[in-house]
Each structure stands twice: as C-alpha cells, then as structure tokens.
C-alpha cells in the first residue's frame, strides 16, 4: 500500500517498468530540467535496462514521486538535488552521486 506522506507534493517523475512493475528498485536516477510544471524532472532507473528497452515508450510511465519513494525510500534524501544531479547505486548498494553524467540531449531516455 502507497504510503501518501513520504515525499508528498514532489510532482511527476518518469519511472520505467522494471522499477514500478518489476519492482528491481532504483538503481540509477537522475533530474532534468522539467517538461512542464508539474515534472520534478526526475527519472528512475533500476540500471539493468538496455538501450532498446529505454527506447521503447510502453516501458516506462509517468509516476507521481512519493510513488517512487515507496519502492525506494533512500532516494527521498536526494530529491531536493537541483537539475543537472545523478545518482547511481555503488558496490555498497547505497545511491551516489554521479560527477559526470552525459545526459540525454532531446529529453529523457525513457520518454
């Protein structure tokens, strides 16, 4: 059951299927400037899809974030991180941010 206070009034994020249907966790994640006003600009990962899977749209979907925070309640500590910030989970199984990170140039990945 959607806990509704974890990570409440955060907006939308875009999620794919093996975070949210699979439930393999959040193993990368990263925030983009929002497409609108409502997008947190944030998008999760488990880290195991493959560039085909990302380029298919029926393979992720747009999530309110607290939803998110329900299958990972490690990544509520990042979610104040400004556009432009990356986390991928290290060795330690704990989210990290990432320096460098080439992101997607025309939106998301998963979009």
Do not use: H
Not at 67 to 74: C, G, K, L, R
Request: net charge negative.
């Amino acid at each position: 059951q959607i806990k509704p206070g974890l990570a409440p009034n955060r907006g939308g994020c875009l999620a794919t299927d093996d975070v949210t249907v699979r439930g393999l966790g959040v193993g990368f994640m990263y925030r983009e400037e929002g497409a609108n006003p409502l997008d947190s600009g944030w998008r999760f990962f488990s880290g195991r899809e493959s560039q085909e899977y990302l380029d298919d749209p029926t393979k992720s979907g747009v999530y309110d974030v607290n939803t998110i925070a329900n299958y990972a309640p490690d990544i509520i500590e990042w979610l104040d991180a400004p556009p432009g910030a990356a986390f991928e989970r290290g060795a330690d199984g704990a989210l990290q941010r990432i320096e460098e990170f080439p992101f997607p140039r025309n939106g998301s990945e998963a979009s």
